[in-house]
């Protein structure tokens, strides 16, 4: 299975969504789909389960997809299209699929061109547009935007599931807040999450996907009512317990035992090296050759950092790793730059020329070039020190293209990072 796939053992079907996300910017790459991923979130929040999302043109498509989504889903969400541009023709495809009429409503009229005018824009004939609402759908106020949301409660069509459907603009800065303040609040109304379905999410390290699963398969498929799923990333597995509250309970311990010391805390590797060194009051320095600043990148992407982060050394000339770390040149000259002896150096270097109480170094052959029969592209020499402990290295080989070979070494430092501060607490 690949890093970016998932897979789920299913089971019985509770309240499901579908959504319909429309625009040719979508399709054609021009504009990433954030979308799916918001919504599924939210709705899960309010124990809805999105279970099927495509992306569609502008196009009369539209209504073919709502026609079919409205007796499949009890609830339905429709973004974009809702503008005043000839290409903007949601709201009629709805209306199309619902066989209703459209009908121009005074008062959105008036706060669109209301809207407009407080801005200073000049407000044209096509801005109506965007006031012609489908009969018996309730009018969704969009501060942000002129493009009022829809919202349908029972739909007026014999055989169909769906129980609500909302059709909502797709700007993300118009398209959240509707989501938050206005369809969410009524679908937990409806729904609430009672004794609802929970998902928790186990965040696993240095270890495969398919040792994961070969090792914990049966023991889950063997507890009633729980799904699981896995998600790969490089050098991570996050394993998906899904079910009611006591019964993901029974899942999280299954894994546990399994795997104690490959977990992480949620949010993942990076925030629980931070806290782990917030915790004892250390400061950590970067010393990296391969990697070309990854490491402390990745650290610094997450708030909390400047606590524990002292410096970074990019150290990526021979040169560098003498003039910045103290490397000899007669370590470089008989073992090389890429060697158990020069990771060493370069950590007691770092942790001299820091003052850090944690140092982690590394030095490796990224490729696809510069590889030889001892040290094939792809090896790396990562090594991790603590002030007045010892230096532990390690020789790795990770195979892949560079922006993959990089990632996992900043996974595997950042891990052994972890080990070696949790083995001085």
Not at 120 to 137: L, Y
Not at 162 to 172: H, K, N, S, T
Not at 217 to 246: S, W
């Amino acid at each position: 299975m690949s890093d970016l796939e998932a897979k789920d053992h299913h089971g019985d079907e509770g309240i499901v969504a579908h959504v319909i996300t429309t625009g040719g910017e979508l399709l054609q790459g021009h504009t990433l789909n954030t979308h799916p991923a918001f919504l599924a979130q939210a709705l899960w929040d309010v124990g809805v389960e999105m279970t099927h999302q495509v992306t569609i043109p502008d196009s009369e498509v539209i209504a073919d997809e709502v026609g079919r989504a409205i007796t499949q889903a009890d609830v339905v969400i429709v973004t974009g299209g809702l503008g005043p541009t000839s290409d903007d023709i949601t709201r009629e495809c709805v209306a199309s699929a619902l066989g209703v009429g459209l009908e121009l409503d005074p008062a959105v009229d008036s706060v669109i061109r209301s809207y407009l005018e407080r801005r200073g824009v000049s407000v044209r004939a096509e801005q109506s547009r965007q006031a012609m609402v489908p009969q018996g759908a309730e009018v969704l106020e969009n501060p942000n935007g002129t493009a009022p949301g829809l919202w349908f409660d029972g739909l007026p069509r014999d055989g169909v599931r769906c129980r609500f459907l909302a059709v909502l603009p797709g700007p993300p800065r118009e398209l959240h807040p509707m989501v938050n303040e206005l369809v969410i609040p009524r679908l937990r109304s409806a729904f609430g999450r009672g004794d609802a379905e929970v998902t928790d999410v186990l965040h696993l390290i240095g270890v495969g996907e398919a040792d994961v699963a070969a090792a914990v398969d049966g023991p889950l498929e063997a507890i009633d009512g729980l799904r699981h799923g896995y998600c790969a990333r490089i050098g991570e597995v996050d394993v998906r317990l899904i079910g009611k509250r006591e019964i993901v309970d029974r899942g999280r311990e299954v894994v546990t035992r399994v795997f104690a010391d490959r977990l992480v805390a949620a949010g993942g590797l990076v925030p629980t090296v931070i806290r782990l060194l917030a915790d004892r009051g250390w400061m950590l320095t970067t010393a990296e050759s391969c990697t070309g600043g990854a490491i402390a990148s990745a650290l610094t992407d997450v708030s909390g950092a400047s606590a524990v982060v002292d410096s970074g050394l990019v150290t990526y000339s021979n040169e560098a790793k003498m003039r910045f770390l103290g490397v000899s040149k007669q370590t470089l000259d008989e073992h090389g730059a890429v060697s158990d002896e020069t990771c060493r150096e370069m950590v007691l270097g770092a942790l001299e020329a820091s003052g850090s109480d944690v140092v982690v170094a590394c030095t490796g052959i990224a490729g696809p070039t510069g590889g030889s029969d001892d040290k094939p592209v792809g090896t790396v020499f990562i090594g991790v020190g603590t002030r007045g402990g010892n230096v532990d290295v390690e020789r790795c080989l990770f195979l892949g293209a560079r922006a993959t070979f990089k990632q996992r070494v900043v996974v595997k430092a950042l891990d052994m990072v972890r080990g070696a501060v949790g083995r001085c607490g």
